[in-house]
């Protein structure tokens, strides 16, 4: 028998079957997970491996099939094997793990039937799934962005945002006690219901958070912060088509709010990057109590981070913002316009992970978001730009694949510092 392994695959139906021949041994067992790992990321969640040339198998090798296994099964996906050799067969046994290999215990959760809309926009896949189509969002802007240019901002326009289940939001904050307490950290932050994080702006590039738990609620000390609460309208899930491997952050949001015709929106996203275009604060905009501008140059080069390229390839994010078209002259300092001559505005954070499956169809948003952090260790927050500079912009952030959750937004409240 071949002392490599060889993988070939096949299709049965929706199945992408692995046809294994050779070993699966310590070094192989790795070249396995890899291949295991491009296939999810292609999008084939339910896989089967040929086990029948398969002449040695050692414990890496098991421990590589129960790791796609439960992640797999996490995701409402599958991996079971089949024709399993005798050599096979007798460690799987051993083990006591044949039967759940080889799917005879396996019993999948009924799937959700549900209405949905399909449509292809720009090559790109869209599944419109209805949650609650008469819920509405109520959205709240607090504090003065334009502080920020200034450095201007003070104790008495400091806020404290609290966050749930049910409420989600971007802004500039910290953790801590009051604003002193505060000052050297303000950085930005974003609410992911049970969950909120920032990006302290003191140079250690170190995401910190809160997770609901027991009597802990998660709050941030905000200067200014744009907060969505209520139910849901929709899920939208997008794939790419055909030869297309991405789309720009700008469009895939202007097909959402066609999708939807909403002329307002709260969005939350989890989705797989193909490179993001942003910036983040590297130093407090009160850190100078003098309030030097920030953003004058040469200045802005010590108190911000712009990507020089698109980055974040192939990561997981979790993104949150609001779109809206033509809004209120008292909007337009928290919002810009998401790509040059469109009406539509926005304001997005997202938090950035290492990559791993995400289930496609029935997604609990706040135990995904959870999970996120209980499973992975946050790595980066962004404000999205969409850099359109000529010559030497870098464009827009670009997404592969992910969920969208997004709810009209009916009542507006803007509490404007002076």
Same mark, same amino acid.
């Given at each position: 028998m071949s002392e490599i392994l060889e993988i070939s695959k096949s299709f049965d139906h929706q199945i992408l079957v692995l046809n294994l021949r050779g070993r699966i041994d310590a070094y192989w067992s790795s070249q396995l997970g890899s291949y295991l790992d491009d296939s999810i990321r292609e999008g084939h969640y339910d896989i089967r491996l040929n086990m029948k040339e398969i002449s040695y198998i050692s414990s890496a090798g098991i421990r590589v099939l129960l790791n796609y296994f439960k992640q797999l099964h996490d995701i409402n996906g599958s991996l079971t094997l089949n024709e399993i050799s005798d050599n096979v067969r007798t460690v799987l046994e051993m083990v006591g793990l044949r039967s759940l290999l080889s799917g005879e215990d396996i019993e999948k959760p009924a799937e959700v039937k549900a209405s949905v809309k399909e449509e292809i926009l720009d090559n790109v896949h869209f599944t419109q799934i209805p949650l609650n189509e008469s819920s509405r969002l109520h959205c709240r802007f607090t504090g003065n962005p334009d502080h920020l240019n200034s450095g201007s901002f003070t104790g008495a326009l400091l806020d404290n945002e609290r966050f749930n289940s049910g409420s989600f939001g971007i802004g500039l904050g910290a953790f801590g006690n009051n604003f002193d307490d505060c000052r050297e950290r303000f950085g930005e932050f974003i609410g992911l219901g049970d969950v909120v994080c920032y990006l302290p702006a003191n140079r250690t590039s170190l995401p910190d958070y809160l997770i609901r738990s027991g009597q802990l609620i998660p709050e941030i000390k905000s200067l200014y912060s744009i907060i969505f609460s209520g139910s849901f309208n929709h899920t939208i899930r997008y794939d790419m088509q055909g030869v297309r491997k991405s789309i720009p952050c700008s469009r895939l949001f202007t097909n959402c709010m066609k999708l939807t015709n909403f002329n307002s929106a709260g969005i939350v996203m989890l989705a797989e990057t193909t490179g993001l275009v942003g910036a983040s604060l590297t130093s407090s905009p009160v850190r100078d109590p003098s309030g030097a501008a920030l953003f004058q140059f040469p200045e802005v080069r010590d108190h911000l981070h712009i990507t020089t390229e698109?980055?974040?390839?192939?990561?997981?994010?979790?993104?949150?913002?609001? /779109?809206?078209?033509? @809004? *209120?002259?008292?909007? +337009?300092?928290?919002?810009? @316009?998401?790509?040059?001559?469109? *009406?539509? #505005?926005?304001?997005? $954070?997202?938090?950035?992970? %290492?990559?791993? @499956? /995400?289930?496609?169809?029935?997604?609990?948003?706040? %135990?995904?978001?959870? %999970?996120?952090?209980?499973?992975?260790?946050?790595? $980066?927050? /962004?404000?999205?730009?969409?850099?359109?500079?000529?010559?030497?912009?870098?464009?827009?952030?670009?997404? +592969? %694949?992910?969920?969208? #959750?997004?709810?009209?937004?009916?009542?507006?409240?803007?509490?404007q510092h002076a």
């Open positions: 698109p980055e974040y390839d192939k990561m997981l994010t979790a993104t949150v913002g609001i /779109l809206h078209n033509a @809004p *209120e002259e008292a909007m +337009k300092s928290f919002l810009r @316009p998401i790509s040059s001559g469109s *009406e539509l #505005w926005g304001h997005f $954070h997202t938090a950035v992970f %290492s990559y791993h @499956p /995400l289930r496609k169809e029935n997604i609990e948003l706040n %135990s995904a978001i959870v %999970s996120f952090f209980e499973n992975d260790k946050i790595q $980066h927050i /962004l404000h999205l730009i969409n850099d359109e500079r000529d010559l030497v912009g870098i464009g827009d952030s670009g997404f +592969k %694949s992910g969920t969208v #959750w997004i709810g009209e937004i009916e009542k507006t409240e803007i509490i």
